[in-house]
């Protein structure tokens, strides 16, 4: 699939915070004596090769969307950034600590155009680095300690994440459990994201907007904002995952078909689809490995549930609810229009 | 090997924190509603079998030495044991994550007399219930902040608590990198298990000795006690799972040769054998799997090294090292003999 003309570029607040927020994580994960250790955590963040030499290579780096998010929300709000700085790296470290993690359980050989850390140094040493990251991540936010926030929203900021990620953890329990059955349906589905994937980017909006705010409207507007911003994002990458380009998106076309995994689209499908199709769609569920024309029959079946569209809609509709959740509060236009930009550009990127 | 005779049995203190501790771990891992991921962690603690059901075997559950040692330290120095509580449950938790993962890596088939978390549920679930013990440590030690212990000595805990984890993994690093290394010597392999198994045991101390004073003298007298604690256990643990009793222990004799594991022995021996013992062990060493036969003769040039005796002797020196750093401390006589039935405990015991 070629670029949709008029596909939206990455909006302008993740360049405006990303240096400073890779300040911090570099000052979180440093070239230490740890070298062992540290390169794997190095390598899988996209600074460093295999050898530990520094790459720039801004392909195999994340979007930082969490720790953009959690600025952005501190910003919008007239908070001081610098005391986002420690949430938004812990963010983005933990979140890279479950990436590790799920390339060793989805045995997946590629992450973002380069081989996976267990792929390289076997499945040990990345369970290890995984973990290591994840401590890490709380050592980061630790730092927020060290600012003048007292201690007690210290300890509120330490307790929110913990939570986030414990809601992230149940959510991929609960996927784990969906790919032995076949009976989940789309609702199901929509609940296990909002914590598998929408739980840390609900809480980089909800810290953010507490380190600024006490104000009880606008914490609950910046949390259903990201609430319906993480469901947008990742039904846009279910949508990517079945019909996005290779090039674009650093994995092989229909990847999530081949893995047979049970993105929204699948769960749509297999509700929607009737005699022939539905049987077809089972059956191909439930083999060992699929080939290219295996792929391209679910994908048609797909097509013809109306998944497609379907799926497209609703990352769209989520991406109106995101904004729609900040309209009863008071936000400079600069951070409306940036809002709008950072919705419509989730729903409908390429990459 | 039978029991040795007067070989020493639990201390009382064991007893006498037990029920607390497990009332408070009980709240930290509760009977909820997703149960398809409690009943993982619940099995792994030795509180349910397989399908959940409540199962009263005192064998399938730890010995509790970390917070044991934490309620120990708190109480010897006249603290208020409720304030040590809290971290207490995160040291069983966190241990206890860092053991399903490390069945995951070892690919271990057996823990504590039953079978391993990944050997049941596979790999990804265990993977993911691992993670979930982690981060339920995590919030059981957030509940000290509901203690009137003040929030800044709840972010000081917070913190040790996490650098501990961080030695821990640093360690567990160290011990992978050690596998494929024939270079390793006695130091290194003290330096890796101080950070492996001693972190968590010598923070375990610190804690609970810092929850109930601010007296320099005495937290660091409880720091090198809870770090040379942390060595006699290792060591005996060593011991035992070269000549260690099977019945007793729970895990076959030999165990650790059989898994060429680069255990103290192992690395006293090749440092010490020469000529063809040393030629025997390294091959054994590089060999994919050991029979019995072989497991029999790296036994023997270990004894030939003088190896058994030495690793006894260590173990039985680091417990007089633990007893020595609390000599200049003042201690109810009571404390006094405990902190002794422990590290006689520590350092003899037969499980």
Known sequence: MATTPGAPALPAMFARYRDRVEQELFRSVPDGEDTALYTLLRYHLGWVDQQGHPQV???SRGKALRPTLCM???????GDLSWALPTAAALELIHNFSLIHDDIQDQDLE??????????WGMPKALVAGNALQCVGDAALLNISRLDVGPDTALKVSRLLTESYMDMIQGQCLDLAFESSTTIGTQDYLDMIARKTGALIRTGAEIGASLATQDPAALAAFSRFGDSLGRAFQIRDDYLGIWGDEATTGKPAGNDIRRRKKS????FGLEQAEGR????LLKLYSQDELDDEDV?????????????????LLAETSAKEALAALDGISLPSWAE???EALVDFLARREY
Do not use: K, M
């Not at 952005?72 to 007239?78: G, V």
């Not at 029959?297 to 109306?306: A, F, P």
């Open 111 to 120: 992450r973002r155009h380069q081989p996976t850390v267990w792929s390289i």
């Open 277 to 280: 199709s539905r049987e077809d």
């Open 337 to 339: 229009d940036e809002a």
């Open 57 to 59: 290579n801004a392909l």
């Open 296 to 312: 391209y029959r679910v994908q048609t079946i797909l097509e013809e549930t109306g998944a497609r569209e379907h799926t497209q």
């Open 72 to 78: 952005f929300a501190c910003e919008a709000l007239e």
């Open 264 to 267: 929204y689209p699948v769960v």
